[in-house]
Each structure stands twice: as structure tokens, then as C-alpha cells.
């Protein structure tokens, strides 16, 4: 059973950073691609950063100069770093993992409902 759980959401003022992790169980993180999606009130959830089994990774446009994505194989862990944060990125934050082999990255930002597995996610505030 694949089991998704974040953590290190919370409540920051605005320029601050914070670190997400996401613990993946039943699922091994050196497969397929894992990501993070986030959904604010009365908005449609959007991919904001994907990476592949090999590294190769994929950012939204508008915030790929503030994020990072990465993954620890050994603890089984994704991350996203999140630096610079404006309170218009306050929102629920969502990991995903598929154990498909993607080709392309970007397009799946635009569609999670290709990823299988997701956690049930950690909110994160950003007051200015």
C-alpha cells in the first residue's frame, strides 16, 4: 500500500522560506517521477514542481527562480524547498508520486490527475 504523508507546512510572513518533505511508504522514490501540487481556496490544484527517477526535473514558469525540488532515495523522501514566499502562494500542499516512466515532465504539471498516489497535504500561510 502506497502511502504519502507531508510535513513542515505552516505559517511564515512574507519573504521567508520553508522546506516541505513527504515520506513515501510502499512506494520506492528512485522510480517513476514524484511531485508537488498545491490548491488554494476556490482554485484548481496546479504542479508546481515534478522530478524524474533520474534527476531531470520540471518547475511552473512563474516560480522556478524560488523553488527547489529534491529526493533523498535512502529515506525514502521528497522535498521541496520554498524560498522568497508571498502570501499569494498560501495554499494546501500536495505530494505525488506515479511509478511510470514519463518522458515528458511539463505537461504533467498541468494534469495531476496522472499521478496515482498523493498525500493528503500540509498547509502553508503566508502573511505579508
Known amino acids: 500500500q502506497v502511502q504519502l504523508a507531508e510535513s513542515g507546512g505552516g505559517s511564515v510572513q512574507a519573504g521567508g522560506s520553508l522546506k516541505l518533505s513527504c515520506v513515501i511508504s510502499?512506494?520506492?522514490?528512485?522510480?517513476?517521477?514524484m511531485g508537488w501540487f498545491r490548491q488554494a481556496p476556490g482554485k484548481e490544484r496546479e504542479g508546481i514542481a515534478i522530478?524524474?527517477?533520474?534527476?531531470?526535473?520540471s518547475y511552473a514558469d512563474s516560480l522556478r527562480d524560488r523553488l527547489s525540488i529534491s529526493r533523498d532515495n535512502v529515506k525514502n523522501t521528497l522535498y521541496l524547498q520554498m524560498s522568497d514566499l508571498k502570501p499569494e502562494d498560501s495554499a494546501i500542499y500536495y505530494c505525488?508520486?506515479?511509478?511510470?516512466?514519463?518522458?515528458?515532465?511539463?505537461?504533467?504539471?498541468?494534469?495531476?490527475?496522472?499521478?496515482?498516489?498523493w498525500g493528503k497535504g500540509t498547509q502553508v500561510t503566508v502573511s505579508s
Open positions: 522530478i524524474r527517477t533520474d534527476g531531470i526535473f
Open positions: 505525488a508520486a506515479d511509478p511510470s516512466w514519463r518522458s515528458s515532465l511539463r505537461p504533467l504539471l498541468q494534469n495531476p490527475s496522472s499521478f496515482p498516489f
Open positions: 510502499g512506494f520506492n522514490t528512485d522510480r517513476g517521477v
